[in-house]
Every structure is written in structure tokens, then in C-alpha cells.
Nanobody, 130 residues
Framework: VQLPASGGGLVQAGGSLRLSCAASGFTFADYAIGWFRQAPGKEREGEGVSAILPSDGTTYYADSVRGRFSISSDNVKNTVYLEMNSLKPEDTAVYYC??????????????????????WGKGTLVTVSS
């Protein structure tokens, strides 16, 4: 299983970045896929930033990013994208792609628990300068 994240970089506050997560090694449509982040010097946030169910397009956003971030999936390329707009310095973090099977749990609850994820990828660093 691989969930490599890419697309991070350095951007000024107010700018945009698009992260990608190209999943392989499992059935893409059977999983919820999304993003967690870890700010410098802090533990990884237990609540996900955003997630999507590729099977039906259901999405989830944390309150901190709702209205600024947009998640989508390409079910042919087995890739999830996170479009990040109006970036703030507090968005600076390593962003990790993760996947899990929510079963009967609504996506908005499932992605509040990093311990529920089955697979993790290597992260990509996003740095937002003020």
C-alpha cells in the first residue's frame, strides 16, 4: 500500500497550493481518503483536515479549513487532491494522506479519529509565510 503525498511547498499568506495523494495497493473506492497535518514542534492533529469518499463524493472538512480548502478525487487515477486557498501561517504543517474504511460511521465523524486510519503515507511539507 502506498499513499505518497506531493505538492507541498513555500507560499505566502493568502496564496494557494494543491496537494496530491496517488493511492495504490488497495481498492480505492472501498476507502475514505483524506488528510491529517502536523505543525512544526507539535503532535499530529487527531482530527483530519479533510476527507472524501471516492465511491459517492461525500466530503468532510474541519472547521478550521471549511470554505478555504476543497477536496476531490480522480477515480481513474486513484488520486485525491486537496486544493488549499487563502492559506494562513497557521496552516503550516506536514500534511499526511491517510485511508480507512468507515463502515457505517458518517465520514464527518470517522475522520475525527486518526487512530481509525488503516494506511498512512509519507507527508509533504506546507509552509505559509506571513
Amino acid at each position: 500500500v502506498q499513499l505518497p503525498a506531493s505538492g507541498g511547498g513555500l507560499v505566502q499568506a493568502g496564496g494557494s497550493l494543491r496537494l496530491s495523494c496517488a493511492a495504490s495497493g488497495f481498492t480505492f473506492a472501498d476507502y475514505a481518503i483524506g488528510w491529517f497535518r502536523q505543525a512544526p514542534g507539535k503532535e499530529r492533529e487527531g482530527e483530519g483536515v479533510s476527507a472524501i469518499l471516492p465511491s459517492d463524493g461525500t466530503t468532510y472538512y474541519a472547521d478550521s479549513v471549511r470554505g478555504r480548502f476543497s477536496i476531490s478525487s480522480d477515480n481513474v487515477k486513484n488520486t485525491v487532491y486537496l486544493e488549499m486557498n487563502s492559506l494562513k501561517p497557521e496552516d503550516t504543517a506536514v500534511y499526511y494522506c491517510a485511508a480507512g474504511q468507515p463502515g457505517s460511521f458518517p465520514l464527518k465523524f470517522f475522520f475525527k479519529f486518526d487512530t481509525a486510519m488503516a494506511y498512512w503515507g509519507k507527508g509533504t511539507l506546507v509552509t505559509v509565510s506571513s
